[in-house]
């Protein structure tokens, strides 16, 4: 589920600004490629967007950059198997994996003796 959402700001009838603002932070971003064990640049190749770009938002206390880069990479964590979870009035915001990656390993069975 993504819940990237551009800016908008709108007056109601009442006069009140109407805003939302739901973006990934640099922090889910290197947590989210810590998860799926990704490099930048094995990210970038995914997003189609370049290697630097990801390492300037990794490593801005703020996230800058186009809507367009920052959905970009946010569908591509997300099709590698991440979910992004936004911040609520308790908890902040997170990332968690929603599909595995590898599959376990079987146990070899032993046989029983007679």
Do not use: C, N
């Not at 009140?16 to 640099?26: F, P, Y």
């Not at 922090?27 to 989210?32: D, F, G, K, T």
């Not at 300037?56 to 970009?72: D, M, N, Q, T, Y």
């Amino acid at each position: 589920m993504s819940y990237f959402v551009l800016v908008w700001s709108q007056i109601d009838q009442y006069g009140h600004k109407l805003s939302s603002v739901k973006m990934i932070s640099a922090a889910q971003i290197r947590a989210a490629r810590a998860l799926l064990d990704l490099s930048q640049a094995q990210v970038s190749e995914l997003a189609a967007v370049s290697a630097t770009t990801i390492k300037r938002l990794e490593a801005a206390p703020e996230i800058r950059g186009s809507a367009e880069v920052l959905w970009k990479l946010q569908q591509a964590l997300e099709s590698a198997g991440v979910e992004f979870i936004p911040a609520d009035e308790h908890k902040g915001p997170g990332v968690r994996l929603w599909k595995k990656l590898h599959a376990q390993p079987k146990r070899k069975r032993r046989r029983r003796e007679p």
